[in-house]
Nanobody, 122 residues
Framework: QVQLVDSGGGLVQPGGSLRLSCAAS????????MGWYRHVPGKQRELLAI???????NYADSVKGRFTISRDNAKNMVYLQMESLKPEDTAVYYC????????????????WGLGTQVTVSS
């Protein structure tokens, strides 16, 4: 089984910064894509950013230019650096891994972290 542990959330003032981290552990061979989502109660879960194992990235328009996703394949870590935070960024942020190859011959799987709360408020 694969576990994703996301962390780094907290309370920050508008205009501030936070860095989220996600550690993948367990028995697996590779992870194709890692990403970050967020969820606000009453709304759909929103995809914010993804990064491939090769380092290609893609961002939602709502965070482009403010958030930066990065990945350390050697440590099985993914990060989300968040700058210029706004009250509307308040949400639970989730780490996601897709295309996880656990064993050769089995189809790749997807996994989620448990989430970390980010609150942007003065």
């Amino acid at each position: 089984q694969v576990q994703l542990v996301d962390s780094g959330g907290g309370l920050v003032q508008p205009g501030g910064s936070l860095r989220l981290s996600c550690a993948a552990s367990g028995r697996f061979l590779s992870i194709a894509v890692m990403g970050w989502y967020r969820h606000v109660p009453g709304k759909q879960r929103e995809l914010l950013a993804i990064i491939t194992s090769g380092g290609s990235t893609n961002y939602a328009d709502s965070v482009k230019g403010r958030f930066t996703i990065s990945r350390d394949n050697a440590k099985n870590m993914v990060y989300l650096q968040m700058e210029s935070l706004k009250p509307e960024d308040t949400a639970v942020y989730y780490c996601n891994a897709q295309g996880v190859v656990v064993t050769i011959g089995n189809p790749p799987s997807g996994f989620w972290g448990l989430g970390t709360q980010v609150t942007v408020s003065s």
